[in-house]
């Protein structure tokens, strides 16, 4: 009886941690699987490349902008009318706001597209983490960094095994080639300095409300 006791002593001592494990936390750091990886290389550089295409069509569009603000101008001559001083105001004022509208949707688009690729990368990784857990007996995955975790064991952390799991399934990504940098746009459309040097009533000033203006994360 007394063998048969320590028996079923033995058998529960090796079961029950088992048991409470079943259902646990496991702790995985994402940030460490999305380097090795190579995603988050490849978000930086798609990004990257995104954000020089949109600043390259903000140079367009500020050209354009410009042009049609040196129309109006030289349309008005050296003396321009009090009525031609205030077309010149309002074009300007109204084709900076037209260009920062544009601005702030490319910085839009962006912001937006960044989401997506990490939520993208999100949802193919977390079935491979589920799997990792449950081999180590666990069944709910928790971000090492969000929300914090102020401690765990290293028994718990499923990064590795995430890792070798990603890697099976073929998730291992190669960036493009990296562009070089577009510098972003000024704010155009500021009226240009009549040929007698001094500025219109009107427009003086209005120099001063260029702004640099980039898309960016």
Same mark, same amino acid.
Request: hydrophobic letters at 40%; aromatic letters at 4%.
């Given at each position: 009886?007394?063998t048969l006791?320590?028996?079923?002593?033995?058998?529960?001592?090796? $079961?029950?941690?088992?048991?409470?494990?079943?259902?646990?936390? *496991?702790?995985?750091?994402?940030?460490e699987v999305?380097?090795?990886?190579?995603?988050?290389?490849?978000?930086?550089?798609?990004?990257?490349?995104?954000?020089?295409?949109? #600043?390259?069509?903000?140079?367009?569009?500020?050209?354009?902008?410009?042009?049609?603000? &040196?129309?109006?101008?030289?349309?008005?001559?050296?003396?321009? $009318?009090?009525?031609? +001083?205030?077309?010149?105001?309002?074009?300007?004022?109204?084709?900076?706001?037209?260009? #920062?509208?544009?601005?702030?949707?490319?910085?839009?688009?962006?912001?937006?597209?960044?989401?997506?690729?990490?939520?993208?990368?999100?949802?193919?990784?977390?079935?491979?983490?589920?799997?990792?857990?449950?081999?180590?007996?666990?069944?709910? /995955?928790?971000? +090492?960094? $969000?929300?914090?975790?102020?401690?765990?064991?290293?028994?718990?952390?499923?990064?590795?095994?995430?890792?070798?799991?990603?890697?099976?399934?073929?998730?291992? /990504?190669?960036?493009?080639?990296?562009?070089?940098?577009?510098?972003?746009?000024? &704010?155009? *459309?500021?009226?240009?300095?009549?040929?007698?040097?001094?500025?219109?009533?009107?427009? +003086?000033?209005?120099?001063? *409300?260029?702004?640099?203006?980039?898309?960016?994360?």
């Amino acid at each position: 009886m007394k063998t048969l006791l320590l028996t079923a002593l033995t058998f529960a001592a090796f $079961t029950f941690p088992a048991l409470a494990q079943k259902g646990g936390v *496991a702790i995985l750091d994402i940030d460490e699987v999305a380097r090795q990886l190579g995603v988050e290389e490849k978000v930086r550089v798609d990004l990257l490349n995104m954000q020089n295409s949109l #600043n390259t069509d903000l140079q367009r569009t500020q050209t354009t902008m410009q042009d049609q603000m &040196t129309r109006v101008e030289q349309t008005a001559g050296e003396n321009p $009318t009090e009525e031609q +001083k205030k077309q010149i105001f309002a074009t300007n004022q109204q084709l900076n706001e037209e260009f #920062n509208r544009i601005k702030g949707q490319a910085q839009q688009t962006l912001a937006q597209e960044r989401i997506r690729m990490i939520n993208d990368f999100r949802s193919r990784l977390e079935p491979i983490a589920l799997q990792a857990a449950e081999a180590s007996g666990l069944e709910i /995955v928790l971000m +090492k960094v $969000t929300p914090p975790v102020f401690a765990y064991a290293t028994s718990v952390d499923i990064t590795q095994a995430t890792i070798k799991l990603a890697l099976d399934a073929g998730m291992q /990504v190669q960036p493009a080639a990296e562009t070089a940098p577009v510098p972003a746009p000024s &704010t155009p *459309a500021a009226p240009a300095t009549p040929s007698n040097g001094n500025a219109t009533d009107a427009t +003086k000033g209005k120099s001063e *409300a260029k702004e640099k203006g980039k898309a960016k994360e």
